[in-house]
């Protein structure tokens, strides 16, 4: 049996971290990436040696995985599910979904590109995913992860410096969603994986399913099973094989004060004897919505906090994301983790207005005492029923447009509320909801335009006395 040491420490509030590592012990490391290897067989690159490594590697970066082949397809992708204790299978509302639960893209209204960097004790995991709707062949996309470590440091059982090695891993998941019916959608992945370890490599392919149910808007549930086709990765030399886990997640989520707060759950379970039961549990809050986002959670291993802006464009929005892990399975002495991530929405199927002017007299003597409402939309079936709010800064609706089937493309309003009253001066805002016929609903929300009462346009003859 091939043996090796690794010795490292790391710091935290003072304290350090001393572990030896065996072939047996892997689930327990807390160890150093940077290793000192003790090959006994007298080959510093024999196929066996490198396996230990890429097993010993995944143990360093994920420990509470426990070292099982495809661990660092485990870990969260972004800011905003990390932050939800990577509790996302019952709620899966943006292009990540592809990772946790690919059944839920089936809901996405709009095209979705989400990015984010996290740099794990020295070494780097990136992500990147792109959700793509479509009104009549469902939804499509894709997500790719990478993980990178450079300066693995190895030496021979004389512990004489032979040089570093280069390890990455990646995957790569291709991912198509449909909605049969109202309540329920269907997802699968097509999944690619690639380990390099110096000059060995090995690849796979295999496969995940979703399925992703909301007999209510407010109400969603998920199931996924990741690795149902689980990848084999094969050495090009020396044969070894690893085959990823099949892993099952179920997942709910609730949404409250229309959706401006959310409570996630998940539980994961692999088949794998020795791991248990999994839960996750998370929220997430709009104290402003939808430009401020809070968000906490934990999993099996760590407390999570985060934050997210978000800023609307009509019909585009770009957001950052934060949030720190704080890993309580080694009581806090694992240095804070800090991932940051972008999220772009546009196109797609949504809904927004453009007022001309920005700004207006209601006056009847003055030339601009209207404001000109353009409506754009675009929905995945045939209008149902729209209706239009206008709200003041209170949040009151001074101002209400509705009707059935195709909305006008142009609306117009000369400052009055529903009643005929003229509205008082300042800043407006504006809702709007369509509902088409297969009961999906696209809302938005926005600033609108700005009233200033001024008196009929005239001129004032000054003349000086003698």
């Not at 440091?153 to 090695?165: K, L, P, T, V």
Request: with cysteine; hydrophobic share 40%; proline share 5%.
């Amino acid at each position: 049996m091939v043996k090796f040491e690794t010795a490292g420490s790391l710091h935290s509030q003072g304290h350090s971290i001393r572990k030896r590592c065996s072939i047996v012990s892997l689930a327990n490391s807390f160890c150093k990436p940077k290793a000192i290897l003790q090959p006994k067989m007298g080959s510093f690159f024999s196929p066996m040696l490198l396996l230990t490594i890429y097993f010993l590697l995944l143990t360093f970066a994920f420990a509470q995985d426990g070292g099982t082949p495809g661990a660092f397809l485990n870990y969260g992708m972004s800011p905003r599910t990390t932050a939800l204790g990577k509790a996302f299978t019952g709620l899966a509302d943006d292009a990540e979904a592809i990772y946790y639960n690919p059944a839920g893209l089936a809901q996405l209204y709009s095209h979705n590109i989400k990015s984010s960097y996290l740099d794990l004790y020295g070494h780097q995991l990136g992500f990147l995913g792109y959700a793509l709707p479509t009104r009549r062949y469902g939804t499509f996309g894709v997500n790719i992860i990478h993980l990178r470590a450079k300066g693995i440091e190895g030496r021979d059982e004389n512990m004489i410096y032979f040089g570093d090695f280069y390890f990455a891993q990646s995957c790569v998941l291709i991912s198509y969603a449909y909605q049969p019916a109202r309540p329920i959608s269907l997802g699968m992945n097509l999944k690619f994986s690639d380990t390099k370890i110096a000059q060995y490599n090995a690849v796979g392919m295999g496969g995940d399913a979703g399925l992703f149910l909301f007999p209510r808007r407010d109400y969603t549930f998920g199931i996924a099973v990741q690795n149902l086709l689980g990848p084999k990765l094969t050495f090009t030399q020396g044969g070894e094989t690893d085959e990823y886990p099949i892993t099952f997640r179920f997942g709910g989520a609730i949404k409250l004060y229309q959706g401006r707060a959310i409570i996630v759950g998940d539980v994961v379970k692999d088949i794998l004897e020795f791991t248990s039961l999994k839960p996750r549990l998370g929220f997430e809050f709009y104290p402003v919505y939808p430009i401020l986002a809070i968000r906490g959670g934990f999993d099996e291993n760590s407390l999570n906090a985060g934050v997210g802006v978000r800023k609307p464009f009509g019909n585009m929005s770009i957001g950052i994301d934060y949030a720190i892990e704080m890993n309580y399975k080694s009581d806090f002495l694992l240095p804070y983790r800090h991932r940051i991530g972008v999220i772009i929405e546009f196109g797609g199927f949504r809904t927004w207005i453009v007022a001309n002017p920005k700004q207006f007299s209601p006056n009847p003597g003055r030339k601009e005492n209207i404001t000109w409402l353009d409506l754009h939309y675009s929905t995945k079936s045939e209008v149902q029923r729209w209706q239009l709010l206008i709200k003041n800064r209170y949040g009151e609706i001074v101002r209400t447009y509705s009707g059935w089937e195709t909305p006008p493309l142009r609306l117009s309003w000369d400052g009055l509320d529903d009643v005929g009253r003229r509205v008082a001066d300042g800043k407006y805002y504006y809702e709007i909801i369509i509902i088409d016929k297969a009961g999906e609903t696209i809302t938005f929300s926005d600033y609108l335009c700005n009233i200033i009462t001024l008196g009929p346009a005239g001129e004032i003859e000054f003349i000086p006395q003698e």
